[in-house]
């Protein structure tokens, strides 16, 4: 897809979700709603979308590159045109949030557990080219294989900084079996995160 293609394309969007955004405020029919806007965003490529309650509008939409550099800014690019709509707000990505650090996964037996993140503890590593690697040592995750520790991570570290920060500043996220005497003299609890974060783009 050529520049002025997609210039096109998302134009067309624009057009077709100001005429349309009223059934994704006041949602009759969520299948339906689905539908019409899978067969808009995702003939931009394999994004997935979220409608949510804003902060300073009533409704957001979120176009989530799903972790990709990329599609992120393809996303971006979507996101630079929306219109100024007075009960919307938009986002390339999946932003930070406030929450309270709850959860809820189903452990092998398909029961759903609360996992409480404010007991991880976290490190950042600088890699030679000024990424930052995210370890973390959680004691209550034992009952997750490791995809579900993958999923989990990224959706703490999202939730924290945000996707697009993520995917800008992040080199990798692992989990540590143990914390070993020099990790210990500057672990911090994972509420510190998005401080220390901010901190360190400052110097970047």
Known sequence: ??????????????NWFVANEEKFRIITDPHLAREMLDNQILQF????????????????LTISPNGNANMLRRSQAIIGEAPNLKDWEFFAAKPARDWDYVLEMYD??????????????????????????ILIYAENIDFLDEDDKRSASDFVVNSIIGEADKIDYIDSI?????VNETQDDDIKSIVEMRFEFEQLLDKM
Do not use: C
């Not at 897809?1 to 624009?14: H, R």
């Open 45 to 60: 490529g394999v994004f997935s979308w979220e409608i949510g309650e804003g902060k300073s509008k009533p409704h957001t």
């Open 174 to 178: 692992e989990f540590i079996s143990f």
């Open 1 to 14: 897809m050529t520049s002025a293609q997609l210039k096109n394309k998302i134009d067309e969007f624009w």
């Open 108 to 133: 092998s037996f398909m029961v759903k557990q609360r996992i409480n993140i404010a007991d991880w503890e976290y490190l950042f590593r600088m890699t030679p080219n000024f990424k930052i690697r």
